[in-house]
């Protein structure tokens, strides 16, 4: 068994002062100057200068980390607001020259071949491919968008809805939708709906000038459209579009089908003549819907608890979180959708956000976040930040898998064996009923991006396609169009982290791979985990697959395997 300590201690500064706080720009640019002016002899000079490179940017990192974190957890709070703006105005676009200057010297240093090329491979690879992207005229495009993105979370945390005389947040109310009161489940998935479309005019103006900016982002760099800026700017080296196309092939071939299934069993299973959007969740007459905890502090030691069976280190690794009060759990007004682990490079152990809600999925986000978490307290002890920067495909294999692995010991949220059964069923339909959502994102972005001048009726046309080219032909939504209409709303990544979706099907694809060697061998299993997470980013992210045990293959035959393995375990 790999052995890791969770005793994560923050380095000792050796380069900046222990007590610097990032307030302006003039109190860091002096630093930026001392290592664009430190003379390099040496490789073991070269080394020195990279670890004070490394924290300088540990340094700036984990302050604009927690701009986001105490903006994200309060949006009415207009001070934190600011605090994250001025960052991304007045800070972040006096940085980016200076680290195209760093990244130059670097490549252009005489030592820099007698680095182990093997470990700095990677490192390397995407330094080049920073200078190659660089152009000043982007600087303000980037301070624009980082600002222009946070609107999404702003707008959303704004979204509550009245049920039965209480006001709930969407997250909250959508519990609704699990129960057996079929008409309040409609009266409520029309209330959500509704809600979202008061603001489907800002957040397609919103989106719009997202769009735009980005484009001109991707021209200045000398392409032709955004998807391909990205696929570069993302360091999608073992990957192309034409991949993409086939995995979102290979979901309509092996995963529809199996949608389909599952959605005619919950239909018999209700005793409905047709399946509606908010039958969906529901469970059938007789069957309360699942409360595995009833808030945030519950829903953590129960998490702790169950990662202490699965590995103790695991456990570790929340309780050091927990004891730092890294974690904001439940939902709220005022604080903005969705949920992330946010990694703090200088300190090491992560921030975990999320609205939770006492629900089912909840778990699976706990647990999901709980993974990124390990992932970072396992990548902190690389000497490098630039190191602990592991790429999204892997990051999302140890997330995804965390919620495979700890299904065997969700006896920690239900002591009814009933409910864990149905909990475990539940998770593995989500493994299924997942992926044609994710391809439908994954090709919504293709095309928003390869036809950046559309118009909102051409999007919404566009969108409304390729929504019925991946939806389960056993859901009557007739009538429904104003709503589905308006549904890529809600994904938050297309607004604030573009072109970040594949990476999930990539990534679940991994886990499932994952679970399969946990099925066969436990303690093998999460030992090639470990190993491949403490890698970081010092390896191709196919090695970092073949580290794990794992092909890195998305191809339609390689989905249908998977799907055929994982709907065999439901059964």
Not at 86 to 111: E, G, M, S, V, W
Not at 400 to 418: A, I
Request: with cysteine; glycine share 4%; proline share 5%.
């Amino acid at each position: 068994m790999i052995q890791a300590s969770a005793d994560i201690k923050k380095p000792a500064r050796k380069f900046l002062p222990v007590n610097f706080e990032l307030t302006t720009w003039e109190a860091l640019e002096p630093y930026f100057q001392a290592l664009e002016r430190k003379p390099i002899h040496s490789k073991t000079e070269l080394e020195q200068w990279l670890q004070d490179c490394s924290e300088l940017e540990a340094v700036i990192s984990e302050d604009a980390c927690w701009r986001q974190v105490r903006m994200t957890r309060d949006t009415e709070d207009k001070a934190l607001t600011e605090a994250f703006t001025f960052f991304y105005t007045a800070i972040q676009p006096h940085i980016q020259p200076y680290a195209d200057k760093l990244n130059r010297k670097l490549i252009n240093c005489p030592y820099t071949k007698e680095l182990d090329q093997e470990k700095y491979f990677t490192y390397l690879r995407s330094v080049k491919k920073s200078i190659d992207l660089f152009r000043e005229e982007n600087i303000p495009l980037f301070a624009e968008l980082s600002v222009l993105q946070q609107q999404y979370g702003a707008i959303s945390a704004k979204m509550t809805i009245e049920v039965e005389g209480k006001e709930f947040t969407l997250q909250q109310a959508t519990r609704f939708l699990e129960s057996h009161d079929r008409t309040l489940r409609e009266s409520v998935y029309r209330k959500i709906n509704g809600r979202r479309l008061q603001d489907r005019d800002a957040l397609n103006d919103l989106f719009t000038q997202l769009v735009q900016k980005r484009h001109q982002v991707a021209l200045n760099a000398g392409f032709a459209n955004y998807r391909d800026y990205v696929f570069v700017e993302k360091g999608r080296f073992d990957y192309n579009k034409e991949d993409c196309f086939n995995f979102h092939e290979g979901v309509k071939q092996a995963v529809l089908p199996l949608l389909n299934i599952i959605n005619k069993k919950k239909k018999e299973a209700l005793a409905v003549d047709v399946l509606k959007p908010w039958d969906t969740e529901a469970e059938p007459d007789g069957v309360l819907p699942l409360r595995p905890f009833d808030d945030g502090k519950e829903l953590l030691e129960k998490t702790i608890a169950c990662f202490s069976r699965l590995r103790p280190f695991f456990a570790d690794c929340l309780r050091k979180m927990d004891e730092l009060r890294h974690f904001d759990l439940d939902s709220r007004k005022g604080k903005a959708p969705g949920g992330y682990n946010m990694p703090l490079a200088e300190s090491g152990a992560p921030f975990i956000f999320m609205n939770a809600a006492g629900q089912m999925h909840d778990v699976t986000t706990m647990v999901h976040e709980g993974g990124h978490a390990v992932h970072s307290f396992l990548a902190h002890p690389l000497e490098l930040t630039a190191f602990k920067e592991y790429p999204t495909e892997m990051a999302e294999v140890a997330s995804m898998s965390m919620e495979l692995f700890s299904m065997d010991y969700w006896d920690s949220y239900f002591s009814d064996p009933e409910d864990l059964k149905r909990a475990k069923a539940h998770q593995l339909e989500r493994v299924i009923t997942i992926m044609p959502w994710i391809a439908t994102i994954d090709k919504f972005q293709h095309w928003v991006y390869e036809n950046p001048h559309h118009s909102i009726e051409e999007r919404t046309k566009r969108w409304m396609e390729i929504l019925q080219e991946f939806s389960s032909e056993e859901i009557d939504n007739s009538g429904l169009d104003a709503f589905r209409e308006n549904a890529w709303q809600r994904q938050l990544h297309l607004f604030e982290v573009p072109l970040y979706y594949i990476e999930y099907g990539i990534a679940q694809l991994g886990a499932i791979g994952m679970w399969k060697q946990f099925k066969e061998n436990k303690e093998k299993a999460l030992d090639n985990y470990m190993k491949a997470l403490s890698l970081g980013s010092i390896k191709p992210l196919p090695a970092l697959y073949a580290s794990a045990g794992l092909p890195f293959d998305f191809s339609p035959a390689y989905i249908k395997e998977l799907m055929d393995f994982v709907h065999t375990e439901m059964r």
